[in-house]
């Protein structure tokens, strides 16, 4: 039984590594902040400001300390079309015009992000592995097959009428409706990939403005120039430096892309590196202003589960370097899936999917298809991870890891 409570505060400190996708973003800030003597010593600010919820079911949480060290751990990263805070209270509209989010009942509470991180025993190697946003599949909780973003709607949804009867109201409901849908949103995830979630992190539309404003910017490269009016993303061909309003809509645009959701996390994947370097780099760890101004955006941005022991799992970082990080996507069948209520969405196969991820990460158990051996896909996938994505079809087998050195569409 998961246990079912809301968002709370609890102490949370950390070190660095080169996650992928925006929601990201929040937890790589905190993680890498262990970075220098001088950076650890400011993770005090933290112990009282991090909001934490409830949502890892026990039988699913890693050991305590320095037990930790010596487990596989699973992180599920989202991005959240939240239009409230970390503490469940709405944002302000003049906020939202910034963000080009239109109006406070717009959002919806789906997960415009979904990664997740396999973070290997000891921290020698991590797997980050992006699900598209439109993966049709079947939702936990009994809610039938649909669109893998709206799992949060669904679970928090679900939540809300219990959570008023027990006398919730404002923020306080938000929270813990909030809760439920990460719950829902977990869930699904492993029910879809084969892997158990031991931590969890999520960021909204407000959070991911304040991070990339925190750090000054980050480098991109655009091959062609875009112009976009549902993100607001309009760009010039070339390298540039985004932050704010800008680097959102740099992420958070699919439409009059190639390839949709896939060229979007093409897109976040290449954001991801270049704020990485960024918050690595001696520029931000070694600025007492741009410093605190970091913390200050993971305060105000970052939800992790609770009783996540981030100072733990920063010793566990150590020893992970950049060459150590494989970026991936799960194969998918189709890009244009017709499904009976969600419109169009991106087609997936549960098995294929988890033979993917066997190969990916290197297991030997069988997979629960009617062959013990991973597809060709997962396969061709395991071996060339860290190749050029491909233009997918509209119907494609896998996609291959993301290039991040290169412009991107």
């Known amino acids: 039984m998961l246990r079912r409570r809301g968002v709370t505060t609890a102490p949370a400190r950390g070190q660095r590594w080169r996650p992928v996708a925006y929601t990201a973003v929040g937890l790589a800030s905190l993680l890498v902040l262990g970075g220098t003597g001088y950076a650890w010593t400011q993770l005090s600010r933290l112990d009282t400001g991090l909001a934490t919820a409830d949502v890892i079911a026990p039988s699913a949480q890693v050991p305590s300390g320095r037990a930790s060290l010596s487990v596989d751990q699973n992180i599920l990263l989202v991005g959240l079309d939240s239009r409230t805070d970390v503490q469940g209270n709405p944002l302000p509209q003049n906020v939202l015009d910034q963000l080009h989010a239109g109006d406070a009942e717009d959002g919806g509470d789906t997960t415009d992000t979904m990664i997740v991180v396999h973070i290997q025993a000891g921290g020698g190697s991590a797997t980050a592995i992006s699900i598209p946003r439109d993966s049709y599949v079947q939702i936990a909780g009994g809610h039938g097959k649909h669109k893998i973003n709206s799992a949060y709607t669904y679970g928090k949804q679900a939540a809300l009428d ?10 306080a409901l938000e929270r813990a409706a909030s809760a439920a849908g990460a719950r829902t949103a977990i869930e699904t995830v492993e029910d879809f990939t084969g892997l158990t979630i031991n931590h969890y992190a999520a960021v909204n539309l407000a959070g991911f403005f304040a991070l990339s404003n925190a750090v000054g910017g980050v480098p991109v490269c655009l091959k062609e120039p875009v112009h976009d009016s549902y993100s607001g993303a309009n760009f010039p061909a070339g390298e540039q430096t985004l932050s704010g309003a800008q680097a959102l809509a740099f992420v958070r645009q699919r439409h009059g892309l190639p390839d949709g959701d896939l060229g979007r996390i093409a897109r976040q994947q290449a954001f991801l590196s270049g704020m990485a370097q960024v918050v690595l780099g001696a520029g931000t760890l070694a ?6 101004a970091l913390i200050d955006a993971v305060q105000q941005s970052v939800v992790i589960d609770q009783g996540w022991d981030v100072l733990t799992f920063a010793e566990q970082m150590h020893s992970l370097s950049a060459g150590a990080i494989t970026f991936a996507t799960i194969p998918v069948q189709s890009l244009s899936l017709a499904t009976p209520y969600d419109g169009d969405a991106v087609k997936v196969d549960p098995v294929q999917v988890r033979d993917f991820i066997d190969a990916l990460l290197g297991r030997s158990a069988p997979s629960t298809s009617t062959s013990s ?4 896909a997962a396969k061709q996938a395991a071996e060339t991870a860290g190749a050029p994505t491909r233009n997918p079809s509209a119907t494609v087998s896998q996609t291959p890891s993301t290039d991040l050195s290169g412009c991107v569409n």
């Open 373 to 376: 051996t991973p597809t060709s």
């Open 162 to 171: 219990t959570l008023r009867e027990q006398g919730l109201t404002g923020a």
């Open 287 to 292: 600025n007492p202003v741009r410093l605190s």
